[in-house]
């Protein structure tokens, strides 16, 4: 093979190389040709030069003199950085995504925030728990960073932290909304404390708002005042020829400081030095990692074998309301990263109990007293333990938090662990009355006007069941409290008094989600 053979193919490679440089070719180079059939290599068989596969594409090649691109002519395109982020603030800011919202409530928020540095510190050094966990999740739907900020605003990210609604954890979620969500709340766990599950279910809901309304301020009202009443604002707006924007529609005040307060944090954290603000160190790492539980193991224990102090793992492990972890109702835990593997070391080394608790299923109606001595504690204890006001009954089938002994050491079946509760009544203090009998009263006839057993009444009074009564004739009945006081010579049943409400009296503050 000689060189000769050999130009057509690295002949047309520079050519094509020329093709995508900017600088114009000189005036005595070459005009540039057509690729020739023995570009093909050397070694084929030789083809026919009408075969596709041997035509260079035409659109690769110039056809005309080359002009330098002008800036102009580039096509528009955002400049990513390949440095990967300092911290986890900086990644926070590299995610935001969302409109800004501008305005004298995002300044005043801008200013409460900035003069209150000892609070933005405290919050923002508890966030450092959750925030790698939200990021990435965030990161993983394709949310807007912003949306890790505002756990700031629902609970100054304090996953205890319970509204005078009801509303619990990190992202506030009420009961109803929670189970809607399926976060479990039953008498073991509450998941909408849960790291993992309310975060899971926060977002989810943000998603279905954010999909409802197209806007992010709009889903964000919704999320803090309901979405039926976003709906309804949004109606009225319309109906009326005005704006549909969230500066726009007529809201609750806490409503209306909601999204200005979000603002005014993501403002802080976007630039904390125009704010004399400090942010604490936050690495671009994961604070925790889930290890599995497979037997029923006390709180304090778990934390003593992870060399964690307890409320530490509490704050990891929020969502356990008993001081027993069930391992069929929570089958993982969290804990610090650097701290997982030495809670699985010691856990293997153990020798002892791992649960000092049990659950206990009550097999009928019990008092209190009662049940305490069936399962071997003392009243106020089982009262401390499960919760119990004062003059309440257990009711059948509520499930108990009881020291394990020998004969309840079984983990806690699945069933029990998901779904046990703690159900009350109220308990009924009986006081000894006397009434009068009404002209054809029986036994019978009086016992059904107050709800009791024609035996009872004649057992009280040592009759027969079958005996008719005089009119005026004084019956002793035990009745409840508020029936006895109620009940007059004329024999009248009790009914129920309702306090007045008083004029003028503030409705109780709930949350509307």
């Not at 966990?133 to 990161?139: D, G, K, Q, S, T």
């Not at 954290?269 to 004399?276: K, L, R, T, V």
Request: glycine share 6%; hydrophobic share 45%.
């Amino acid at each position: 093979m000689t060189p000769s053979t050999l130009w057509p193919a690295w002949g047309l490679a520079v050519l094509l190389a020329l093709g995508g440089c900017a600088t114009t070719p000189g005036a005595n180079a070459p005009a540039p040709t057509e690729a020739s059939p023995s570009t093909a290599a050397p070694s084929a068989p030789a083809e026919p030069a009408t075969d596709a596969r041997l035509q260079a594409p035409p659109a690769l090649l110039p056809t005309g003199p080359m002009k330098p691109l002008a800036t102009a002519s580039l096509p528009p395109r955002s400049v990513v950085s390949l440095r990967p982020p300092a911290d986890l603030w900086e990644r926070i800011r590299r995610g935001f995504a969302m409109p800004d919202l501008t305005g004298e409530l995002v300044t005043d928020r801008e200013q409460w925030y900035s003069t209150r540095p000892d609070y933005l510190l405290r919050m923002t050094e508890r966030s450092r728990k959750y925030l790698f966990h939200i990021v990435e999740e965030l990161e993983r739907r394709n949310m807007p960073t912003e949306l890790a900020l505002l756990p700031f605003i629902e609970s100054a990210f304090n996953p205890q932290a319970v509204s005078s609604a009801k509303a619990a954890g990190m992202w506030q979620f009420m009961p109803a909304t929670g189970k809607h969500f399926d976060l479990r709340q039953n008498a073991f766990r509450d998941d909408r404390r849960d790291v993992l599950e309310s975060t899971r279910a926060a977002l989810d809901y943000l998603q279905k708002l954010y999909a409802m309304f197209g806007d992010w301020h709009l889903a964000l009202a919704a999320y803090n005042w309901g979405e039926g009443s976003v709906s309804r604002a949004l109606a009225r707006n319309k109906a009326a020829g005005l704006g549909l924007s969230y500066s726009e529609l007529n809201m609750p005040q806490e409503t209306r400081y909601y999204v200005p307060k979000l603002q005014a944090v993501k403002n802080l954290i976007a630039a904390p030095e125009a704010f004399s603000a400090k942010l604490p160190l936050i690495e671009n790492h994961p604070y925790f990692q889930t290890v599995p539980i497979t037997r029923d193991i006390d709180v304090d224990l778990a934390a003593r074998l992870a060399e964690v102090a307890p409320e530490d793992f509490r704050a990891l492990n929020p969502s356990m309301t008993k001081p027993v972890i069930l391992a069929a109702g929570t089958p993982q835990i969290l804990l610090p990263w650097d701290n997982a593997a030495t809670f699985s070391r010691n856990l293997e080394a153990y020798k002892g109990r791992l649960a000092s608790w049990t659950a206990w299923v009550a097999p009928a109606t019990l008092k209190v007293a009662d049940a305490a001595r069936r399962v071997g504690m003392s009243e106020a204890e089982l009262r401390r333990v499960n919760a119990i006001p004062p003059r309440m009954l257990i009711k059948a089938g509520s499930t108990l938090l009881v020291p394990r002994t020998d004969r309840l050491d079984a983990d806690v079946a699945p069933a029990v662990a998901d779904n046990g509760q703690v159900a009350l009544a109220p308990e009924v203090v009986l006081r000894r009355t006397t009434v009068r009998a009404r002209q054809g009263d029986t036994v019978a006839t009086l016992a059904r006007r107050y709800g009791v057993a024609a035996a009872t009444v004649a057992h009280w009074n040592r009759w027969s069941a079958q005996a008719a009564l005089k009119k005026g004739q004084a019956v002793v009945m035990y009745l409840p409290a508020s029936a006895a006081t109620a009940s007059h010579g004329g024999g009248r049943k009790a009914s129920a008094q309702r306090a007045p409400a008083r004029k003028g009296a503030p409705a109780p503050a709930r949350k509307r989600r």
